[in-house]
């Protein structure tokens, strides 16, 4: 890196007093950043927080789950958000997993399929298998869709599915879950894979060894495409961020995150 | 003549806010320089250039496909949107009736105040499900980038083009009528190849701002990494590479994305150079 740590904590720094200069917010505002799968789910949690606690404002904002590491390393914000497991120097850091988030894989509604053996679906995205004829479906080239290099999504699903093999480099790119869905959703022959908690009636979830895609099979266990959603603090949470990190474990919170499609987290973790 | 002192001042700070546009220029160069300068000299230009397999987590940072993918677009955009875009510039100049004019010209600047997001919004909504649907392929493909960026390139092909038919000596067109050629005659065939270093600059200019688009094309193009083989194949174009992997990059992976910036500054100074030098040279 050619600037180092400080000068680049000292840019961010200034840029968020830019910021906060110009949106003029109080000073007890919980800033809390990082993985795009969460944010929705982060949002929802911070406006019922709000309606709770009308003093403290909790500012939600997005950029990826290391950018949210790197922030909640760096103080930049109070919490940073990840939608994978912490990694190499990150694990010094405090974390909660607050969720545990099902990773589906999405057709068409038209699709035939409603069944795939996880090797169909490594093979699939290594680009070995191109035809849906291949899988018992209507024949036509399968359209590989997968997520962009670094997004926590991606690198769940490759560590999860791929193992050691490769995502085909022809597969098209989409940088969020939305578009993922939105392009499955127009296109018959596509495939893709998204949150689970997002999955609606535009797209089909397919089950995964015979393993419906639904949250009480995450819970038990059955269905193996899962990964934790965790808030991550620089060292263990005091004042504020620990209020809000209170809620959102407490069975309220959890009742909202569940409400919104993701499976409450596993107690067994502190 | 003597100076007064408001003079002086008022000068001065002209001096100041004029430095300070340039500043930017500069601040921003250097800024690209220096953060993706080192990795480019670590990793060889030669490997980043012309390596033909992006893969960040593998620590692979080849953009071979991605500049293919870059020309791929902006020669499709050029193949639409050139001949129509002179077209109109040579009805704006010639044919129009001023009516007409006062109506076209305002459109087609318009075109050129829609934001980029709009037009790939309206890809994705329009043209992406029409190639699926007509063509085949998932429909994010080569042409349906080139089909966007031919509508945004429009406004600067035509507008300069225009002017340098408008910009020739009327001598030179009532020459050609009083030797008997026709109107169409007299612009195929004197207009035409006089104002040809200006229709050129145009072209380039549009095929630069083709290169430089971001927004829209992230929306249609489908950002594959591989080369493609038809033109109903997914591309990725390299500002699409910064745009679409910024927000997640971190370490040497958001080098490489500023490294790809170099590569794609290089190349937008090239074409502006080019045109500048084409239009210069009259």
């Not at chain 2, 087609?108 to 890809?123: C, D, E, T």
Request: proline letters at 5%.
């Amino acid at each position: 890196m050619t600037l180092t740590t400080k000068q680049e904590k000292f840019f961010i720094l200034l840029m968020c007093l830019l910021l906060s200069a110009c949106s003029g917010q109080r000073q007890d505002t919980l800033i809390v950043a990082g993985s795009t799968s969460v944010q929705p789910y982060a949002e929802v949690l911070a406006e019922e927080y709000g309606h709770l606690r009308p003093d403290k404002i909790v500012d939600i904002q997005g950029g990826g789950s290391s950018a949210g590491i790197a922030a909640a390393e760096a103080g930049t914000a109070a919490i940073g958000m990840s939608s994978r497991n912490l990694k190499g120097g990150e694990l010094v850091l405090w974390s909660v997993e607050i969720a545990i988030d099902g990773l589906a894989i999405i057709v068409h509604p038209s699709n035939t399929l409603t069944n795939l053996s996880a090797e169909d679906v490594r093979e699939i995205y290594t680009g070995s298998l191109t035809d849906w004829g291949k899988l018992g479906g209507t024949p036509g080239k399968i359209h590989v869709i997968s997520r962009e290099e670094g997004s926590g999504t991606r690198s769940a699903f490759e560590e999860l599915v791929m193992g050691k093999d490769r995502i085909t480099p022809k597969a098209i790119i989409q940088d969020s879950n939305g578009s993922v869905r939105q392009l499955v959703s127009s296109d018959s022959q596509a495939i893709g894979f998204i949150s689970l908690g997002l999955v609606d009636h535009t797209v089909a979830a397919l089950s995964l060894d015979g393993i419906a895609a639904r949250e009480d099979k995450v819970l038990d266990g059955s269905y193996k495409l899962f990964r934790p959603f965790l808030f991550v603090t620089l060292a263990a949470p005091e004042g504020s961020a620990r209020e809000f990190i209170d809620f959102v474990l407490s069975p309220q919170g959890q009742e909202i995150l569940l409400q919104e499609g993701l499976v409450p987290r596993r107690e067994e973790k502190p | 003549m003597k100076k007064t002192l408001a003079e002086v001042v008022t000068e001065k700070t002209f001096l100041v806010l004029a430095l300070s546009a340039i500043s930017a220029l500069v601040l921003i160069t250097v800024f690209i320089f220096v953060q993706g300068g080192p990795f480019i000299t670590t990793q060889g230009l030669g490997g980043f250039v012309f390596g033909m397999s992006w893969a960040p987590s593998q620590g692979e940072y080849g953009i071979f496909p991605m500049i293919v993918g870059t020309v791929c677009v902006a020669l499709g955009a050029a193949l639409i949107g050139v001949p129509i875009g002179i077209c109109c510039s040579i009805f704006l100049a010639e044919f129009a009736p001023p009516l007409l004019k006062n109506i076209f010209r305002p459109a087609i600047q318009l075109l050129a105040g829609i934001p980029s997001v709009v037009y790939g919004f309206w890809g994705l909504l329009f043209v992406v499900p029409f190639i699926r649907h007509y063509l085949g392929g998932p429909g994010l493909s080569i042409l349906a980038g080139s089909i966007i960026l031919a509508i945004m390139i429009l406004p600067t092909v035509v507008s300069i083009s225009e002017v340098s038919l408008i910009a020739l000596p009327r001598t030179y067109k009532e020459g050609a009528l009083a030797l008997g050629l026709t109107h169409w005659q007299t612009i195929y065939s004197v207009l035409l190849p006089a104002a040809k270093s200006g229709i050129v600059a145009a072209i380039v200019l549009g095929i630069g701002r083709a290169i430089g688009e971001t927004m829209a094309v992230i929306m249609v193009l489908g950002n594959s990494v591989a080369l493609p083989e038809s033109i109903l194949d997914p591309v990725r174009t390299l500002t699409t590479n910064i745009g679409i992997e910024m927000g997640y990059a971190a370490g040497e992976h958001r080098e490489a994305l500023f490294a790809t910036g170099i590569i794609l500054f290089l190349i937008i100074m090239t074409i502006n150079a080019l045109a500048q030098y084409i239009t210069r040279r009259r």
